[in-house]
Each structure stands twice: as C-alpha cells, then as structure tokens.
C-alpha cells in the first residue's frame, strides 16, 4: 500500500461485518440472523444456507480457497482446521464450490488431542465446533492464501467446554441477566443488553531474527534462560514513549494496515519502558469480540515482524533485570442504549446506581481475589509479577482521591454529600494553557485500578488469552449484583434499603481497597494484616478454581461445571510442570552442549597463554586470576548441570498432576536458577568472540 492511504478505505475490508451482511443477505435471512443473536435462539436451516452461500461468494471474491472453524482451546492459542470449498466436479468437468448452512453452524474436531484434562480420552476423541454468531467472520491472507476464519466455540461429545469462548459466553450471558435486575430496580425499563466492554493493551518485544535464532532458550521457551545484564538497561527511561526506530515503525505500519482490515480498531501505539518493547492497544468492543481480536493482534505482531526479518516476543519476562510485558485489561459495563455502568456521572456522590455497582464490584473482588489472581496464573507471569513494573501478586482496588473520599463519607455517616473537583492545572508558563484537571490520579502499581469509567486489570500476562480474567470479572460482579437484587427486590422502603446495603457492602470490604504503592514490601505486610490472600506462584493459585465457594458460583449462574473446572486444574498443573521441564531441559542442552565446551575453550587458551608468557619470563598475574575465576565458575557451573540433570529425570518419572508441580516450582526453578548464576558471571569474564550466543546487549539493543 502506497503512502496517504484513507484507514476508512481499507478498515474491516476483510470482515463479513454487518454491514455486508445487510447488503448481501436476503432482508428475512438477515433479520432472522439477528433474531437468533438477540434471543439466543437456533437458527433456521434454510437461512442457515443462505448466510454460508453469501459468506462463501464474498470470501471467493477476496481470494479465499478454503474455510476454517477458527476456535480457542485450553491450548491457551488459536486452532484450525481447513477445508477447500471444493465439493465435487460437475457433469461438464468443471468444479463446484460450495459451503453448507450445516457446515457453517457445526464443524468436528479430534477433541482428544487437544487439553481437556480428563474430559475426553484417545478413545472419545470427537468434539465440536459451533459457529459463534456474535463474532463476524473474517479472510484471512497469510502464506497460506486467503482463508476464511469462522468464530467458533468448542465443546466436547457431551457438551463440555473446551475452551474459552464458551464460559466466556456464558459469563456474559449471566451478566446481563443480572445486570438488568440491577438496572430495573432503577426504573430502566429501555435497556434490554448490558454487556461487558473490554480494551486490552498489548505489550511486547522485538528482536532481530538472525540474532533470535542463535539463542535457543528463546526459541524453545520464548525467554532467555541465561544472561548477563547489560551495561546500559532501562535505567534512564529514555526509551519509554521515545521515537520509533525505522525498522520499528516500518513494523508498526504494516501491523496497524493487517489489523485495521480484519476490522480490529487498532489505536495507540509507542515505545516502552525496556529496551526493545513495545505497546498496542485497541478501541473498547464487547468482551467476546475483544477476545478474539486480541488473538489476532498476537497472530499479527508475530506474522508481520517475520516480514520484516525480526521476532515478536510475548513472553511475560523475555529478559530477566529489565521489565517484563503484561497485558492490561481495561473492563467496563455498558448497555445496548450507551449506558456505561461504571461512570460516575459529574456528581456520583448523587449517583445511586453507580455507588450501588461499585459497592457490588468491591463486594466481588474481595470475596473472590483468589479466583481473579488465578485467571492471570501462567509460568511466566510468575517471573513477572511483584517485579519492579508489576502490580504484586496480591488483589487489591485502587479507587483514587475521589471515590476512596466518598467511601469513607458513606462508611461514616450513611450518606455521601459531596464530590471532590478535579480544579485547575497550571503550568506556569504564560504560552501554555491552564489545563482542567482530573478529579483522581492514577497508580501504575494496582493490579485492580479504577480509571475513569472503567477498571483496569493489569495483572494479566502478554501471550495469554483475555478470556479468563473476563470469564471470573464478569461472573463474579454478576454474582454481587444477584445478592444485592435478591435484597433490593424485596425491601419494602428502596431508598432506605438501598444506601443501607451500600454502606453495608463498602464496610464489609473495604480491606480490599489500597491506594498506596503495591511495589513496596511494607504493602505486603499491610495486606496479611487485612487477611488479603497472597498467592505469589501458578502453583498456588490454580487451587483458587475448585474450592466450594467457586465451583458453587460457576455452577449457579452456568458458566462452569464442576468436571469443567476440574478439568482445567488438572491442565493448568501439567501445563505448569511441562513449561518448566521444557526450560529446564533446554538450560541443560545449552550448558552441556555450548556454554561448557566454550568455557573449557576459554580456560584452554588462558593456560596456553600463561605458558607461553612464563616461559619467556614475563608475568602473567592477570592471566591467572582470570583463570582461577573461570575455573571455579566452571566448577560450580558443572556442579549445578549435574543437579539439574537429577532432578529433570525424577520429574520425567513423576505422574502429571499437583505433585509435579510443586516438585517442578519447589526444586526444579532454584536449580534453574542455581544454574544461571555462574554461567550469567562467566559471560562478563569470558573473551565476546568466543562465547556461543547472543548477548542482552545484542538482542536489546540491535534493531
């Protein structure tokens, strides 16, 4: 694409958006469609056939050969599978294209091969695939050609979910419900959806790709298993919102061009604090729609970067002593007549409904801080978390100057009578406008922190899925808002029943609100005070998904079974214990077959060095030292080698489960380290050209 393109020429170009459909759609089958999406209802056969006809004409006409069922298993990734459109030759040779309405709705899929932790086994390997009508369909053009993408969720034989799509619709199935008791009791009577609305930001690192595919730590586990700082990291936060180097920007242009196609609104984007990272973010959809285009904005980046001869990372600590890539969760409530759930108003001291919801949201969050820590448990967010560009691993709720001072007003006295004003903000410069100022700052340290008119979940890790922390906000606050209807709906007096449960509710919880600095060890003291749970490791949080209070919720509003559940514990826990192995044996490939043998290359050339130059009477005291040094390194680098080789064959011999696990976390990751430590002091000793991969310096700072 040439310079000074129109973004409104090409955006959702690739989309089977709603507009197309509208224009290619007979009007019944169109309203229909509709029908079904706003009743959750089935879908007529025959109008089945027709969307898949005009679906399969219009992806014909961007270039597409096939079509996939494109779905989200436990696999935490996206999956498909692809079918040409070819049906069969005609009586006159020439061939006949075709997609069926039944094709379209259902699709099949080996269910056993993919995780369902005991839901299906090799011998039940049938699952499906059901076409989500809420989220469009999509060309995508890669190598492949040009495919068309249907949303699908996956379910097993028996109806099991897995994947995420599906509890994720169903969260949102049980928020609106209950959302809407909430919003009748205020006299609403118009509403008829209330959604829950999400925009992710997305973090993530660039590298060179030759420099890439010389450390293999990156390649086998997306992050650096050995290496020395630096002498220049972070530390004057020059980089952070700095120009974008050519390559960069080059790689930004075509990203935003891919995404603007697929009709996913992509909006900011900008340097970072690390080295070599960088930031997208996107324009609030519908949680479900968010989900998916948050896929495809992880698909793109990487797609797009090999483009340009470089290597996206999304691990959430691809290098260790500089800041690692989350993924903030920016969620909020809205109804299908513009109604955002979560706006204060100018005067939300007078804003019932919306001191009602906020009361309903701390209420959740305090009583299920276990479950959301959980939804952003991954391996490498366990090197992320509590760090220095973290929130900790522990659940608290920034609310800011003004609403934390209307809390304590209702605590208090029962009634909130005033709103703090955010005034002016004067720059001193006469050039310069006073700028009006908001009425709250914000604090990067929460993991939970309220913004305007919306939270900000910033716990979740850059390569996972955004469908489990939304999965819990939103049954949990769905949850709140049953409790306090049950309540509200039988009061006699509203009013007075109303500001009683909302005093009640922010009494109750107000341990979980902090607007202090999360970084700081005085905080985690302060939280075990509160009795605030501190789940610091994957391992500690996945018990989060099946205590009673949890399997009893998901149950009761039908976003998860308790087998549902169980299953993803038991996929969480091998999951957890295969990534470490993963890293451990690759430390052990690394070592034994590259860091030792150029070490021992090293030592080999100082001693020969040292005998040449005593040989001819010349000192050689440096040379020594150096030896001494790298020898007792090497010692102890072997030494830790061998202990790790140990310990990765008991795993080897251990059953998948808890106990893997926890051998995994509790031996596995110090012997990791242990291993680390030496041969990370061995690269600032040894000779540049001689030592066998890349340094930090190298892939940080090379593009």
């Not at 990791?672 to 990370?680: F, I, N, Q, T």
């Given at each position: 694409m040439g310079e000074g393109f129109n973004v409104a020429d090409i955006y959702g170009e690739d989309v089977f958006s709603d507009s197309v459909m509208r224009s290619r759609l007979p009007k019944n089958a169109y309203k229909e469609l509709h029908r079904a999406i706003d009743e959750g209802s089935d879908l007529n056969p025959l109008v089945a056939d027709e969307i898949a006809e005009a679906m399969k004409q219009w992806a014909i006409e961007k270039g597409a050969t096939h079509y996939t069922h494109w779905f989200q298993p436990l696999t935490g990734t996206t999956a498909e599978k692809h079918d040409s459109f070819l049906a069969s030759s005609g009586e006159d040779g020439k061939v006949l294209m075709e997609l069926s309405g039944k094709n379209l709705i259902k699709g099949e899929s080996d269910a056993s091969s993919f995780p369902s932790g005991g839901l299906r086994a090799t011998f039940e390997a049938r699952g499906y695939t059901a076409w989500d009508m809420t989220s469009p369909a999509f060309v995508r053009k890669d190598a492949a050609g040009a495919t068309l993408?249907?949303?699908?969720?996956?379910?097993?034989?028996?109806?099991?979910?897995?994947?995420?799509?599906?509890?994720?619709?169903?969260?949102m199935d049980a928020l609106n419900k209950q959302a809407l008791r909430l919003l009748r009791l205020f006299g609403n009577t118009t509403s008829r959806k209330a959604r829950p609305y999400v925009g992710p930001e997305q973090e993530y690192f660039l590298v060179d790709k030759k420099t890439f595919h010389r450390r293999k730590d990156l390649v086998y586990t997306g992050r650096t298993l050995f290496g020395a700082m630096p002498p220049k990291g972070q530390e004057l936060d020059d980089h952070y919102?700095?120009?974008?180097?050519?390559?960069?920007?080059?790689?930004?242009?075509?990203?935003?061009?891919?995404?603007?196609?697929?009709?996913?609104?992509?909006?900011t984007q900008h340097n970072e604090v690390a080295p070599a990272q960088h930031e997208l973010a996107v324009i609030y959809e519908n949680a479900s729609l968010a989900v998916d285009n948050n896929h495809l904005v992880m698909q793109t980046l990487k797609r797009v970067a090999s483009w340009h001869d470089m290597r996206c990372l999304l691990h959430e600590k691809p290098f260790a002593g500089v800041n690692g890539s989350g993924k903030h969760n920016n969620w909020s409530i809205q109804t299908d007549d513009g109604i955002n759930l979560l706006d204060p108003g100018k005067t939300p001291h007078q804003n019932s409904q919306f001191l009602l919801v906020l009361a309903c949201i701390l209420k959740a969050v305090d009583e299920h801080a276990d479950l959301l820590r959980e939804s952003a448990a991954d391996p490498g967010n366990d090197h992320r978390l509590g760090a220095d560009e973290a929130p900790p691993a522990i659940i608290s709720v920034f609310l800011g100057d003004q609403l934390e001072d209307l809390v304590m007003q209702l605590i208090k006295t029962g009634e909130a009578t005033s709103s703090l004003r955010g005034g002016k903000l004067l720059t001193g410069a006469s050039t310069l406008p006073d700028l009006s100022k908001d009425a709250t700052d914000r604090n990067r340290t929460s993991p939970f922190a309220f913004t305007g008119n919306k939270f900000e979940f910033r716990m979740v890790g850059s390569r996972d899925s955004i469908a489990a922390p939304n999965i819990v906000l939103n049954t949990i606050t769905a949850q709140a808002f049953s409790d306090a209807c049950d309540e509200l709906e039988l009061a006699e007096d509203f009013e007075a029943a109303l500001h009683g449960l909302i005093r009640r509710y922010l009494t109750e919880h107000q341990r979980i609100i902090f607007n202090g600095n999360g970084y700081s060890r005085e905080w985690i003291a302060e939280a075990g005070r509160r009795g605030l749970p501190n789940l610091p490791s994957m391992v500690d949080a996945i018990p989060a998904l099946v205590t009673e209070s949890a399997v009893s919720m998901f149950e009761t509003y039908g976003v998860f079974s308790r087998s549902e559940l169980e299953s993803r514990v038991e996929i969480k826990y091998e999951t957890y214990a295969n990534t470490i192995h993963i890293e451990a044996m690759t430390m052990i490939d690394m070592a034994s077959k590259s860091i030792i043998p150029a070490i021992v290359r090293w030592t080999g050339t100082l001693a020969a060095i040292i005998k040449d130059l005593e040989s001819i009477g010349t000192p050689a005291y440096v040379q020594r030292e150096l030896l001494q040094e790298s020898g007792e390194l090497l010692d102890h680098t072997s030494k830790a080698l061998k202990e790790?080789?140990?310990?990765?064959?008991?795993?080897?011999?251990?059953?998948?489960?808890?106990e893997r696990a926890l051998f995994c976390h509790d031996r596995i990751c110090p012997a990791?380290?242990?291993?680390?430590?030496?041969?990370?002091r061995l690269e600032m000793i040894v000779d540049k050209e001689m030592w066998p991969m890349p340094s930090y310096g190298d892939l940080l700072f090379e593009l």
């Open positions: 993408c249907i949303p699908t969720a996956f379910c097993s034989y028996n109806g099991e979910a897995l994947d995420f799509k599906t509890p994720l619709l169903r969260s919102y700095g120009s974008l180097r050519t390559r960069v920007a080059s790689f930004m242009k075509d990203v935003n061009q891919q995404l603007w196609r697929l009709g996913v609104p992509a909006k790790l080789i140990r310990l990765s064959r008991q795993v080897e011999e251990m059953p998948a489960g808890r990791m380290e242990a291993l680390r430590k030496p041969v990370d």
